[in-house]
T-cell receptor, first 113, second 113 residues
Framework: DADVTQTPRNRITKTGKRIMLECSQTKGHDRMYWYRQDPGLGLRLIYYSFDVKDINKGEISDGYSVSRQAQAKFSLSLESAIPNQTALYFC????????????FGPGTRLLVL | KNQVEQSPQSLIILEGKNCTLQCNYTVSPFSNLRWYKQDTGRGPVSLTIMTFSENTKSNGRYTATLDADTKQSSLHITASQLSDSASYIC????????????FGKGTRLHILP
């Protein structure tokens, strides 16, 4: 089984709808992240969490919210989806330390009409 | 502003040839520098990770080098294979807790048979 799973893998929604993307990990890591990837722009950080009680905004948090339900679960919500939120969304986890490595989920492809 | 710049943006080489990808960064001081491989539509996978005190790290046919004085890193791929076709992303993490993980935009590598 994959260490980091994301659901759904693909989603089509309409402008104004609220949607939730979910992420689960079995690596036992404290740190979890949500990124979005757009063609030609690379990965951009939306939110990150260093533990269940520590949630921080990334560089593009407007229009998004998150919930860290447990160490293993980190969900991303789009409160009122808009077309420019169409992107590939990745969840990642990491341990901590000078050589921490992030482990990425398979991604969720979101299309907002 | 902390930045990570990668070059070239894209590269096409023949199978069996070697190639070198470049990464220049301004993050300072930094904790580690990582190279990831990302296949189309999938999450990035870590190839190498180096701290500021390391100047080379190998992973099979992939060899990363780091010059902390000039703030440059390179990823050398030896005897390229068709499966090396992917995007290669350079990632730098600062030493402060609040330092974001800075992603480069990646180099898109195409291996031709």
């Amino acid at each position: 089984d994959a260490d980091v799973t994301q659901t759904p893998r693909n989603r089509i929604t309409k402008t104004g709808k609220r949607i939730m993307l979910e992420c689960s990990q079995t690596k036992g890591h404290d740190r979890m992240y949500w990124y979005r990837q757009d063609p030609g722009l690379g990965l951009r950080l939306i939110y990150y969490s260093f533990d269940v009680k520590d949630i921080n905004k990334g560089e593009i948090s407007d229009g998004y919210s998150v919930s860290r339900q447990a160490q293993a679960k980190f969900s991303l919500s789009l409160e009122s989806a808009i077309p420019n939120q169409t992107a590939l969304y990745f969840c990642a986890t990491s341990d901590w330390g000078v050589k921490e490595t992030q482990y990425f989920g398979p991604g969720t492809r979101l299309l907002v009409l | 502003k902390n930045q990570v710049e990668q070059s070239p943006q894209s590269l096409i080489i023949l199978e069996g040839k070697n190639c070198t990808l470049q990464c220049n960064y301004t993050v300072s001081p930094f904790s580690n520098l990582r190279w990831y491989k990302q296949d189309t539509g999938r999450g990035p996978v870590s190839l190498t990770i180096m701290t500021f005190s390391e100047n080379t790290k190998s992973n099979g046919r992939y060899t990363a080098t780091l010059d902390a004085d000039t703030k440059q890193s390179s990823l050398h791929i030896t005897a390229s294979q068709l499966s090396d076709s992917a995007s290669y992303i350079c990632v730098v993490t600062g030493t402060n807790r609040d330092d974001k993980i800075i992603f480069g935009k990646g180099t898109r590598l195409h291996i031709l048979p």
